[in-house]
């Protein structure tokens, strides 16, 4: 945490509260070339990583941002060398396992988002773990987009409702988005205000498609791991002086 972060424990007095966004998804770019800049391995981006995410969750509950959501595994990342690949899936499960005490204690409630059935036994077990211990916590809602893909996840509604009409459980005419939205990885928890990705790449990579459709895209050239309170302050002024008019004109 940076001597900045230490400062802004409580909310910014140039943020509005009743303005803040219910919730914020980011995209956590830039942890490889963060690493090798400082001449480091990659894998090492990737815990400085995980770092700053414990951060920004607690920075979010501090704040009064009632859901945050991480891009953490992409269904293309599968792609990258399997040491890296290896190394993930370990860390996601070594900090699972560490960290479930604290989010008890703060009141959070994790869940994962994405096809879990492709990830290895012992984390698929912590996962479960996790979330069955946190579901009734309140405090705030943490999602985590694990080998989670938004054509993938669109695609798999798409089969699950289609064969509740063939079943006869619902006819065409029912399909609405309410009953779309019903078969998403992401149901029950409302759609992202804000994105934020780091290290400036201006494309948002298959996250959330559906969900995306409203939400106000912030874009800064900071990498991840030095992604701290600062950074998300003027993140969230930039969306403070948005107009949100959802395709409406005042």
Not at 47 to 53: I, P
Not at 57 to 84: H, M, Q, V
Not at 118 to 132: G, V
Not at 226 to 234: I, K, N, S
Request: aromatic fraction near 8%; hydrophobic fraction near 40%; glycine fraction near 6%.
């Amino acid at each position: 945490m940076t001597a900045n972060s230490t400062l802004l424990r409580e909310l910014p007095a140039d943020l509005d509260r009743e303005r803040l966004p219910r919730h914020v998804a980011v995209i956590m770019d830039g942890n490889g070339r963060w690493a090798k800049r400082q001449g480091l391995p990659r894998i090492m981006g990737h815990r400085r990583g995980v770092d700053t995410l414990k951060d920004m969750l607690r920075c979010c509950k501090d704040w009064g941002i009632k859901a945050l959501t991480a891009y953490a595994f992409s269904t293309e990342n599968w792609g990258r060398p399997l040491e890296e690949v290896d190394f993930l899936m370990t860390l996601f499960e070594r900090v699972l396992r560490q960290e479930l005490r604290e989010m008890m204690a703060e009141d959070v409630r994790i869940r994962f988002v994405g096809n879990l059935s492709a990830l290895p036994p012992s984390l698929r077990a912590e996962i479960e773990r996790s979330m069955i211990e946190t579901q009734h916590n309140q405090g705030i809602e943490f999602s985590v987009a694990t080998n989670y893909g938004g054509r993938q996840e669109i695609v798999q509604a798409c089969r699950a409702i289609a064969t509740q009409v063939q079943q006869g459980l619902i006819q065409p005419e029912d399909i609405d988005e309410s009953l779309f939205e019903q078969h998403l990885y992401t149901r029950g928890v409302c759609d992202p205000d804000l994105l934020i990705r780091t290290s400036g790449e201006m494309r948002i990579s298959n996250f959330l498609l559906w969900q995306m459709a409203y939400a106000e895209i912030y874009i800064t050239d900071t990498m991840w791991p030095d992604f701290d309170r600062a950074e998300f302050h003027r993140a969230l002024c930039a969306y403070q002086q948005r107009d949100r008019r959802f395709g409406r004109v005042k």
